[in-house]
């Protein structure tokens, strides 16, 4: 069984950045693909950056330029480096398999980008 706990949201001004974590709890996650979703408010839960095995990366046209994802598989841990962030960005951020997620989701974490 996987689990996933994500970490590093908070408030930032537009223009600010994050980087956020994610630790899989699991035995086989560098054999994965994995991705980060979000899920603002009223909407549903999107997948915004995924990240191969073997490091290849694939990002939703909304934040491409902007987010960077990385993972350190002998750490067990996934990154996302989120730059020049927007309103529109704010949402609660989860880890997850991409492109098809388990139902394993951990709590996420928030991300607020507001003055």
């Known amino acids: 069984q996987v689990q996933f706990v994500e970490s590093g949201g908070g408030l930032v001004q537009p223009g600010g950045s994050l980087n956020l974590s994610c630790v899989d709890s699991?035995?086989?996650?560098?054999?994965?693909?994995m991705g980060w979703y979000r899920q603002a408010p009223g909407k549903q839960r999107e997948l915004v950056a995924t990240i191969l095995s073997g490091g290849n990366t694939l990002y939703v046209d909304s934040v491409k330029g902007r987010f960077s994802i990385s993972r350190d598989n002998a750490k067990n841990t996934m990154y996302l480096q989120m730059n020049s962030l927007k309103p529109e960005d704010t949402a609660v951020y989860y880890c997850n398999k991409a492109p098809k997620p388990t139902a394993s989701w951990g709590q996420g974490t928030q991300v607020t980008v507001s003055s």
């Open positions: 699991g035995s086989i996650f560098s054999l994965l693909p």
